[in-house]
């Protein structure tokens, strides 16, 4: 056993019993690399990662390969999930130095900390050759890696505005620039197979919260054709578990076919909202039912006995990968029996498999009705016949080895869930979807927070870590959605703690964006801001999109202004290569045209609330309650209609005349914005 088994994350607790001399990352290790005047080694993961598992296996369980380590290098082990921060320095180092990103990522760095080399996976062999010739670097040539070292921590150093050559613009937002931003970003597109033109695919969540932004600005034809045809891909293809629910994290292919298997938290929860709202655009009955087996699949497997819910599975069980979502043809022909035949065709079922060493993974390209016409299956009752393979496939699949849970809940991860439930349920009406979402808010609020700051984990009872930005950028955005499906302020009250405390330790008012890390956090060799967004959105524009909300909500001129500067200071980006940041065009796009601010006041605005939120408006704040005593902005002074709930639809806080049903106040939406 090494130091890591008093740690309480599952990846480091992984390396628990690794001959390697593992620390967690901390000013224990620090103190060690100084006094002994050791280069240290930050080896960064998590749970999930098969490459990481992969490393461990050849490398940190060998005592060959330990030895090396121990006796030349202070050795640190890192859960990037956990300590966000740490991981962002040394892959920005990485990338400065001209090497791809990703994961395990092992960094080394002088005994200061500061970093001049890393690797991503390396097998056994080349890794013993980069440890000798590291040390002998470090003993022989240590002026060239400290000066080395010097200009990557000089750019690290850099502002982001200094980086990007960005700079304040014009706080107008037109409809010819987000034009020019489609336009850039449809040449990636893939036609044919949906996503991007690029293999792996992954799901990106916030280009489709562009594309849906920047169709309901525009009725662009093409930018619903591509994103109906993602959807309808990453619905049907390998990536989503056809038998269990949810989403693997990408493809490994260009078809989405073959997943990396495991499955993430976030990419569930973003592809909640994602699935929310193409459902009320497109109303496809396939997008309803992924939102409802996601959600099973959430509380069934990744929800925690106090509410939270917890940050991944694994792609690997019994040591091999996707092994507990693949299927031997046998296996297949046992469990179905007399439907096996007329499955084994829709789904492309055979003896030497659709993928490795005879293998089968459920993959479909159109809806199985669909699929089953094309082919000629024709059997009564498909779809009741259908759906009771699947539910058969999943009893014997329950019994198998499962996949490794990392079972850390992360406040960022719940709060993307949090905003995620709270659109399903506005798409869906399902009130069980409400009361989960209810649950995380209050499980956050009651767990993760102290006196008005977040902490970024939660374990075995207790709260860690000072929260980072994209804590209090995801948990605001929750906060609000679950106000605007309750009308219980206290979620606004919430919010605007959070908002607050981020403007008073995060907000660089030179650089006019946010940094990552918490004035009140550990200092790294440099505190770094985010505005490129990935697979995630990036900390900044995730906080611009709530304080634009919030904003008018609140009626917050402080919000607005500095969510506008945030918007305008990306200008240059989103117009040469949005792709990105894709969330900030998403911004950008609802900024583009008046936002819609309704307030709903009556014994019914519940009710109300449920039937307008069935219709594809993303561009609105809704706020509501059920007497006329609330003090909100939006709310002042806005009384029924002689007993009745009445509806008032504003813009810029001037106001249409009160209507008294959800149709009245549509046709008000549709003649002043054109829906």
Not at 541 to 547: E, Q, W
Request: proline share 5%; net charge negative; glycine share 6%.
């Amino acid at each position: 056993m090494n130091r890591l088994a008093n740690q309480t994350s599952p990846y480091l607790l992984q390396h628990a019993h690794n001959p390697v001399d593992w620390f967690p990352w901390g000013e224990d290790a620090l103190r060690k690399a100084r006094q002994e005047n050791k280069p240290i080694l930050v080896s960064i993961g998590y749970s999930a990662c098969h490459w990481c598992h992969v490393m461990e296996r050849e490398s940190f369980e060998q005592e060959q390969v330990a030895e090396v380590m121990n006796k030349h290098f202070v050795c640190i082990k890192v859960d990037r999930e956990e300590r966000p921060d740490v991981d962002a320095v040394y892959m920005d180092a990485l990338q400065a130095m001209g090497t791809r990103g990703g994961w395990p990522l092992n960094v080394f760095l002088l005994p200061d900390a500061r970093p001049f080399y890393g690797v991503t996976y390396l097998p056994p062999q080349n890794w013993v050759n980069l440890l000798l010739s590291i040390n002998n670097a470090f003993g022989q040539h240590y002026q060239e890696l400290a000066e080395s070292a010097e200009g990557f921590v000089k750019n690290m150093l850099l502002s982001e505005s200094e980086k990007y050559g960005l700079s304040s613009t014009s706080g107008t937002y037109s409809e010819d620039e987000a034009d020019t931003m489609f336009e850039v970003l449809r040449r990636n597109f893939d036609p044919q197979k949906g996503g991007m033109n690029r293999s792996p695919k992954f799901p990106m969540p916030s280009i489709y919260a562009f594309l849906l932004r920047y169709y309901d600005l525009t009725q662009h034809p093409e930018a619903a054709a591509q994103l109906e045809l993602t959807l309808d891909r990453i619905a049907l293809g390998g990536i989503y578990d056809h038998v269990g629910g949810g989403w693997a994290r990408y493809s490994v292919d260009d078809e989405w076919f073959i997943p990396h298997f495991e499955k993430m938290l976030y990419d569930n929860a973003q592809l909640l909202s994602t699935y929310a709202e193409g459902y009320s655009l497109f109303r496809k009955p396939l997008y309803a039912q992924r939102i409802r087996q996601t959600f099973d699949w959430l509380q069934r497997e990744m929800q925690g006995p106090e509410g939270g819910f917890y940050s991944a599975l694994d792609a690997d069980s019994e040591g091999m990968e996707g092994k507990y979502y693949i299927w031997k043809q046998a296996e297949l022909q046992e469990v179905l029996g007399p439907d096996f035949d007329w499955f084994a065709r829709l789904y492309g079922i055979s003896e030497h498999g659709n993928w490795e060493d005879g293998y089968n993974h459920l993959h479909l390209t159109a809806p199985p009705e669909e699929t089953a016409q094309k082919l000629g299956i024709t059997i009564p009752d498909f779809d009741q016949k259908y759906h009771s393979a699947l539910e058969k496939l999943a009893e014997v699949r329950s019994g198998r080895v499962r996949p490794g849970l990392d079972d850390k809940i992360l406040a960022s991860w719940n709060g993307l869930l949090l905003k995620g439930l709270t659109d399903a349920y506005r798409a869906l009406g399902d009130e069980n979807i409400r009361r989960a979402a209810i649950g995380i808010g209050d499980f956050i609020r009651t767990r993760m927070s102290q006196e008005g700051r977040l902490f970024h984990s939660y374990k075995e009872g207790k709260a860690t870590i000072i929260a980072f930005l994209e804590d209090y950028a995801a948990v605001t955005d929750g906060y609000l959605g679950l106000y605007q499906i309750t009308f219980e302020e206290q979620w606004l009250r919430e919010a605007q703690t959070l908002c607050d405390y981020a403007l008073d330790h995060f907000f660089d008012p030179q650089d006019e964006f946010f940094y990552f890390t918490d004035a009140k956090g550990e200092s790294l060799i440099a505190r770094k801001k985010e505005i490129l967004d990935n697979v995630i959105p990036a900390s900044n524009s995730m906080m611009a999109h709530t304080l634009y909300k919030l904003g008018l909500l609140l009626e917050r001129p402080d919000y607005l202004e500095v969510s506008d500067k945030m918007l305008s200071k990306m200008r240059k980006i989103l117009l040469a290569d949005v792709q990105w940041v894709t969330n900030w065009a998403a911004l950008f796009c609802l900024r583009a045209a008046p936002t819609a601010e309704i307030a709903i006041v009556g014994p019914e605005a519940d009710q109300c609330r449920k039937e307008l939120d069935k219709y594809f408006i993303p561009n609105k704040v809704v706020a509501g309650t059920t007497t006329t005593t609330s003090s909100l902005p939006l709310l002042t002074d806005r009384t029924t209609i002689q007993g009745q709930t009445a509806i008032y639809v504003c813009f810029n806080r001037t106001c249409q005349l009160p209507v008294t049903s959800v149709e009245e106040a549509l046709q008000q939406l549709k003649v002043a914005r054109s829906y």
